[in-house]
């Protein structure tokens, strides 16, 4: 059974351009959420897609966007990036859309905005 | 409005010098309590989930309990590689996001 995975691992990009980091759901998983980490705390939950449509979004801009394609898999988008993106970007995978079931993380991809 | 705290925000430990990391929450309805392990750099590692007060799971070397206000995450005996740190996070009854603690991270020094 293949885990979450993440592209890519690290990123550098300057304020005011775009970014796409793409994220592989676990085997049979249908259900995607995209969270941000800054250094020293905790995740933040960014958005949540299930069978291609998004389902919940955290307390984040419109410039945050986001897809999921019909093999589960998804795609967060960053426009007009700001310093404060820097971040890691934490995608997780669950088996299905229930309140309580159990996320499982990706590596992350590590964004520096200079 | 949900939240979680976690104390302490660092821990040093002797291997093998158990000890408890604390999980405090306020929600609205609790639908699941999750603990995860993170390393530096990495995506947060799955531990455990509990849904009901005076629910206790246990892995190795640790035990996750869970009451109406808070969890613990009792680590016995620990070896240097439980270093990490440890996230707690809630769901509750309306919404699917997590609610996130800033972690506890644990050192255990040979």
């Known amino acids: 059974e293949t885990g979450v995975t993440q592209s890519p691992t690290h990123l550098i990009k300057t304020r005011g351009q775009q970014v796409t980091l793409r994220c592989s759901s676990q085997s049979g998983h249908n259900t995607v959420s995209w969270y941000q980490q800054a250094l020293g705390q905790g995740p933040q939950f960014i958005f949540q897609y299930y069978r291609e449509e998004e389902n919940g979004r955290g307390n984040f801009p419109p410039r945050f966007s986001g897809l999921q394609f019909p093999n589960y898999s998804s795609e967060l988008n960053v426009n007009a990036l700001e310093l404060d993106d820097s971040a890691l970007y934490l995608c997780a995978s669950s088996s299905h859309l229930e309140i309580g079931e159990t996320q499982y993380f990706g590596p992350g991809t590590r964004l520096l905005v200079l | 409005e949900d939240q979680v705290t976690q104390s302490p925000e660092a821990l040093r430990l002797q291997e093998g010098e158990s000890s408890s990391l604390n999980c405090s929450y306020t929600v609205s309805g609790l639908r699941g309590l999750f603990w995860y392990r993170q390393d530096p750099g990495k995506g947060p590692e799955f531990l455990f989930t509990?849904?009901?007060?005076?629910e206790e799971k246990e892995k190795e070397r640790l035990k996750a309990t869970l009451t109406k206000k808070e969890s613990f995450l009792h680590i016995t005996a620990p070896k240097p590689e439980d270093s990490a740190t440890y996230l707690c996070?809630?769901?509750?009854?309306?919404?699917?996001?997590?609610?996130w603690g800033a972690g506890t991270k644990l050192i255990i020094k040979p």
């Open positions: 996070a809630v769901q509750d009854d309306s919404n699917y996001q997590l609610i």
């Open positions: 509990l849904y009901s007060a005076g």
